[in-house]
């Protein structure tokens, strides 16, 4: 069973627009979260991350939402650019510390 | 700076066969971590190590996957009489606590025919 749960496989977006990824997650217990992007042959990148303390997290053009009571957290990105087309991974820390739990990745093309 | 290597970026081998995946964290990173990326799928945790601490085997899916960390640094992982549904792009990553952040490296892809 999955803990992480990304349900869009894959978004598409015009340059300038929001980009909206969503994740839920069914452990209540998780208390950090994090976004990774990946693009072909290369590993993930680091993004952005978020304590269950804090509902929102802004870094630059990306800004993180996290709704405890629904499980469920977000990815936007605004402006959208062509260079964000990548795979978005979100992630869970595991309670011990030891591991990130993912999810299966949304895939985004942004067309200029 | 250098940042999480693998080796070898590619590795194709014959069911049955044995192979060895190398990593290189980042100087200084204490925490290592394996994961693996099947086709279609988020990445699944394998293996972490921590120091000098027993490390956390709880994701490696049979007793033919092994893991070792030489010197607290380059790590192997070993797959021993591969089979088909091995098949999967394997990511190390390091960091320089266990709790922060991970850094990857960009993967080695096994193809067991």
């Known amino acids: 069973d999955q803990q992480v749960k990304q349900n869009s496989p894959s978004l598409s977006v015009q340059e300038g627009r929001i980009s909206i990824l969503n994740c839920d997650y069914t452990n209540s217990m998780f208390d950090y979260f994090l976004w990774y992007k990946k693009y072909p042959a290369e590993g993930p990148t680091f993004l952005i991350s978020i304590s269950s303390i804090k509902d929102k997290n802004e870094d630059g053009r990306f800004t993180v939402f996290l709704n405890k009571s629904a499980k469920h957290l977000s990815l936007h990105i605004v402006p959208s650019q062509p260079g964000d087309s990548a795979v978005y991974f979100c992630a869970a820390r595991n309670q011990a510390g030891t591991a990130l739990i993912f999810g299966k990745g949304t895939t985004l093309s942004v067309s200029s | 700076g250098a940042g999480v290597s693998q080796s070898p970026s590619n590795k194709v081998t014959e069911k049955g066969k044995d192979v060895e995946l190398r990593c290189d964290p980042i100087s200084g990173h204490t925490a290592l971590y394996w994961y693996r990326q099947s086709l279609g799928q988020g990445l699944e945790f394998l293996i972490y190590?921590?120091?000098?601490?027993?490390?956390?085997k709880s994701g490696l899916p049979s007793d033919r996957f092994s893991a070792e960390r030489t010197g607290g640094s380059v790590s192997t992982l070993t797959i021993q009489r591969t089979q088909q549904e091995d098949s999967a792009v394997y990511l190390c990553a390091s960091s320089p606590l266990p709790y922060n952040e991970q850094f990857f490296g960009p993967g080695t892809r096994l193809t067991v025919l």
């Open positions: 190590f921590q120091g000098n601490s027993a490390p956390d």
